[in-house]
């Protein structure tokens, strides 16, 4: 196991069409954080996963964005009807319960044209 | 007022030079401290954490905490051109896990041979 992995690296979407992203966590790690980060700003929380179960989301999750994490295993981050402020980076982490650090992933960048 | 502020940059210095990286925050719950270190275009890379307050050292890296003063230090000896990247600054009182964890803005460091 290699570390936190996410696909697609890059991805440029039309707006209004709908996008998926993916999160392979590292294998032992229960805990599962969605966090968006836009050009000079460090990475804001999304949501998080314990298992399958999602436990939290801020309120930058508006009703567009979805995620799924159906196994307690990878993870989907689905954006529908995006929108050109959609664009920012996409990362991943993963920890295990109770641990203070997380792992990112190198992330998924979103362009909306 | 943002609860983590740190200036966002660009430092630019000579080869060999000592670098210092700040942060101040105004939540005085804040227990825990990170300094990411994030090349362009990828995901951030843990670097060094701390509790409380203190020192900690590893290898060219010691990170100061002065809970008193609410500023955090990093401080990179013998700077190579190799630790050109954005640093960010974590910090979190734990109570609720990983995903309460507040990033700054980072800034971005150019070290020139």
């Known amino acids: 196991d290699t570390g936190v992995s996410q696909n697609p690296r890059h991805k440029i979407t039309k707006r209004g069409q709908n996008v998926t992203f993916r999160c392979d966590p590292i294998s032992e790690h229960n805990r599962l954080y969605w966090y968006r980060q836009t050009l000079g700003q460090g990475p804001e929380f999304l949501t998080y996963?314990?298992?399958?179960?999602?436990?939290?989301k801020s309120r930058l999750l508006s009703d567009r964005f979805s995620a799924e994490r159906p196994k307690g295993s990878f993870s989907t981050l689905e954006i529908q009807r995006t929108e050109q402020g959609d664009s920012a980076m996409y990362l991943c982490?993963?920890?295990?319960?109770?641990?203070?650090?997380?792992?990112f992933g190198q992330g998924t960048r979103l362009t909306v044209v | 007022q943002k609860e983590v502020e740190q200036d966002p940059g660009p430092l630019s210095v000579p080869e060999g030079a000592i670098v210092s990286l700040n942060c101040t925050y105004s939540?005085?719950?804040?227990?825990?401290f990170m300094w990411y270190r994030q090349y362009s275009r990828k995901g951030p890379e843990l670097l060094m954490y701390?509790?409380?307050?203190g020192n900690k050292e590893d290898g060219r890296f010691t990170a100061q905490v002065d809970k008193s003063s609410k500023y955090i230090s990093l401080f990179i000896r013998d700077s190579q051109p190799s630790d050109s990247a954005t640093y960010l600054c974590?910090?979190?009182?734990?109570?609720?896990?990983?995903?309460?964890?507040?990033f700054g803005t980072g800034t971005k460091l150019q070290v020139i041979p």
């Open positions: 939540n005085s719950a804040f227990q825990y």
């Open positions: 982490a993963s920890s295990s319960q109770g641990a203070t650090e997380a792992f």
């Open positions: 701390t509790y409380s307050s």
């Open positions: 996963f314990q298992n399958e179960a999602q436990l939290e």
């Open positions: 974590a910090m979190s009182d734990y109570s609720g896990g990983y995903q309460k964890v507040t």
